[in-house]
């Protein structure tokens, strides 16, 4: 894939793409960083982050209070996805 913006291969970073009648257009984020796009990418991101906190929490609160095993393996993936984010 090619940015449309500076014209070199797209290897690493974020980009998007947006699709027209005649191709598919994509372009580095740091490119085009003032895209409206980006802002709601942003805020939908943040909402799973928020919702994998919320659901980490109550897991550990539930896990706290009835010791079911079976919600180890997912109390400690959630962890890692949740400190990666730090």
């Known amino acids: ?3 449309r913006v500076c014209n ?3 290897e690493s970073g ?4 947006r699709e027209t009648a005649k191709a ?3 372009h580095h984020r740091v490119c085009c960083a003032d895209d409206p796009c980006w ?3 942003d ?3 943040a909402l799973l982050d928020a919702r994998n906190q919320r659901r980490l929490f109550a897991m550990k609160a539930f896990q706290e209070e009835w010791d079911v095993p079976e919600l180890d ?3 400690e993936r959630l962890e ?3 400190s990666s984010k730090e």
């Open 1 to 3: 894939m090619i940015c």
């Open 8 to 10: 070199k291969k797209i």
């Open 14 to 17: 974020e980009y998007r793409y």
């Open 24 to 26: 598919f257009i994509t």
């Open 39 to 41: 802002a709601k990418i």
């Open 43 to 45: 805020a939908e991101k």
């Open 73 to 75: 393996d997912e109390i």
């Open 80 to 82: 890692e996805l949740c």
